[in-house]
C-alpha cells in the first residue's frame, strides 16, 4: 500500500481564491511526523508547514493551513488568497518515528490563473 | 535560501563510472539526509545521518554508499553508475534528526549518466 497519496496531480486556482490539496497517508505507527513542501520549477525543495501526530490544533502557517484529520488518516493543504507565485509542485510527506522513515506523495501541480 | 549546500549544482557522466555528490548541512544541524528524485519513481528517501553515524535507511543501492563526517558535511557516492541513476539528488538537514525535526533542503544535484 501507498504511504502517502496524493490523488490531484494537477490542479488549477485562481488568483486570491483558496485552494485544498489533499493527502491520505497509511501508518500503523502512533507517533509521526506530517510535512507539505512546494517545488518550484527552478528545482528548489522548500519546507512549509508541519503536523504532529499528536498535536491536537491543526497546523497554520501564514497563508498554509492544515486540515489534519487523525481518524481518516489525512492532511490538506489549505492556501488562503492564492499567488501567481503558489504555482509549483506541492509534496506530502511523512515520518514515521519507530519506524525512523520518510516518505513522499507523487504530487499535485498547482497552477494559479491570473 | 535554507542554509544547506550542495556541489556540484550538475554533474554530467558516463555509465559504469564513479561520482561524489557534496553536502554541507545548515550551521548547528546534526542530522544529513539524501533523497533521489527521478521522474519515474518520484522522491525517494535514500539515508539518514546523525552526528557522523548512520541512523536510517531507506531505498539505497548496494552501489551507493554515504558517510558523514566530523565536520558533519556528507557525501554521497555513487557507483557503476546505470542510465536510471539519471536524477536530481538532493540533501536536506535538520537538528537533531528526531520525529519533529523539519528537514531543510539543499537546491540539489542533477546527476545526468549518458
Known amino acids: 500500500a501507498q504511504k502517502i497519496t496524493q490523488t490531484q496531480p494537477g490542479m488549477f486556482v485562481q488568483e486570491k481564491e483558496a485552494v485544498t490539496l489533499d493527502c491520505t497517508y497509511d501508518?500503523?505507527?502512533?507517533?509521526?511526523?506530517l510535512f507539505w513542501y512546494k517545488q518550484p520549477s527552478s528545482g528548489e525543495m522548500i519546507f512549509l508547514i508541519y503536523q504532529g501526530s499528536y498535536d491536537e490544533q491543526n497546523a497554520t502557517e501564514g497563508r498554509y493551513s492544515l486540515n489534519f484529520q487523525k481518524a481518516r488518516k489525512s492532511t490538506n493543504l489549505v492556501i488562503s488568497a492564492s499567488q501567481l507565485g503558489d504555482s509549483a509542485m506541492y509534496f506530502c510527506a511523512m515520518r514515521e518515528d519507530n519506524f525512523n522513515k520518510f516518505y513522499f506523495g507523487s504530487g499535485t501541480k498547482l497552477n494559479v490563473k491570473p | 535560501d535554507s542554509g544547506v549546500t550542495q556541489t556540484p549544482k550538475h554533474l554530467i557522466t558516463a555509465t559504469g563510472q564513479r561520482v561524489t555528490l557534496r553536502c554541507s548541512p545548515r550551521s548547528g544541524d546534526l542530522s544529513v539526509y539524501w533523497y533521489q528524485q527521478s521522474l519515474d519513481q518520484g522522491l525517494q528517501f535514500l539515508i539518514q545521518y546523525y552526528n557522523g553515524e548512520e541512523r536510517a535507511k531507506g531505498n539505497i543501492l548496494e552501489r551507493f554508499s554515504a558517510q558523514q563526517f566530523p565536520d558533519l558535511h556528507s557525501e554521497l557516492n555513487l557507483s557503476s553508475l546505470e542510465l536510471g541513476d539519471s536524477a536530481l539528488y538532493f540533501c536536506?538537514?535538520?537538528?537533531?534528526?528526531?520525529?519533529?525535526?523539519?528537514?531543510?533542503f539543499g537546491p540539489g544535484t542533477r546527476l545526468t549518466v549518458l
Open positions: 501508518t500503523s505507527d502512533q507517533s509521526y511526523g
Open positions: 536536506a538537514s535538520s537538528p537533531t534528526g528526531g520525529g519533529t525535526d523539519t528537514q531543510y
